[in-house]
T-cell receptor, first 112, second 114 residues
Framework: GQQLNQSPQSMFIQEGEDVSMNCTSS?????WLWYKQDPGEGPVLLIA?????ELTSNGRLTAQFGITRKDSFLNISASIPSDVGIYFC????????????FGQGTELSVKP | DAGVIQSPRHEVTEMGQEVTLRCKPI?????LFWYRQTMMRGLELLIY????????DSGMPEDRFSAKMPNASFSTLKIQPSEPRDSAVYFC????????????FGPGTRLLVL
């Protein structure tokens, strides 16, 4: 089936550092979403992207929809301890209705 | 507004027993999704509904799994009989009418089959 390759799988950073993670696919997506999951909770939407080239920010988070429609990245600036969690990208293929495909997740650890 | 509501939050059962997971989507959302999350396989879509009708059940592992949505505010995912390999976190999510809308997840049900 369709897969999203998300990298890196995990990151250990110092508080205050910037973080970057990305997702790539061999297929073209018409929507890219970024979620964060805290331990014991469901994924929570961070940013949604609907157009190729779109760059969207949400506070310290910035995400972009790749020009080729096959990739997306998420940047977190000036990380803080509460940024800890697992970040997932998700994409929606054309003609797939409401179905999303999720990346494997990036586990972020922030050292105070 | 209340978010997606799932029950129970935790379930421990013995192999062979029937398990029923419940979900109440956000009011006004016409799409409902059931996912399973494991360390090995990540987040997998099991089935989704549009206006209470199952649209894609290709992710349902096998005949032991079944899902229903009798009305716009309630859905169940049933496993009968349950097996240890079914142990996972099961999430329900919902979204509005347009297929371009984002999905909002419930808190999940943590299932352990002994």
């Amino acid at each position: 089936g369709q897969q999203l390759n998300q990298s890196p799988q995990s990151m250990f950073i110092q508080e205050g550092e910037d973080v970057s993670m990305n997702c790539t696919s061999s297929s073209i997506f018409n929507t890219w979403l970024w979620y964060k999951q805290d331990p014991g909770e469901g994924p929570v939407l961070l940013i949604a992207l609907y157009k190729a080239g779109e760059l969207t920010s949400n506070g310290r988070l910035t995400a972009q929809f790749g020009i080729t429609r096959k990739d997306s990245f998420l940047n977190i600036s000036a990380s803080i301890p509460s940024d800890v969690g697992i970040y997932f990208c998700a994409g929606r293929l054309y003609n797939q209705g409401g179905k999303l495909i999720f990346g494997q997740g990036t586990e972020l650890s922030v050292k105070p | 507004d209340a978010g997606v509501i799932q029950s129970p939050r935790h379930e421990v059962t013995e192999m062979g027993q029937e398990v029923t997971l419940r979900c109440k989507p956000i009011s006004g959302h016409d799409y409902l999704f059931w996912y399973r999350q494991t360390m090995m396989r990540g987040l997998e879509l099991l089935i989704y509904f549009n206006n209470n009708v199952p649209i894609d059940d290709s992710g349902m592992p096998e005949d032991r799994f079944s899902a229903k949505m009798p009305n716009a505010s309630f859905s169940t995912l049933k496993i009968q009989p349950s097996e240890p390999r079914d142990s996972a976190v099961y999430f329900c999510a919902s979204s509005r009418t347009s297929s371009g809308e984002t999905q909002y997840f419930g808190p999940g049900t943590r299932l352990l089959v002994l």
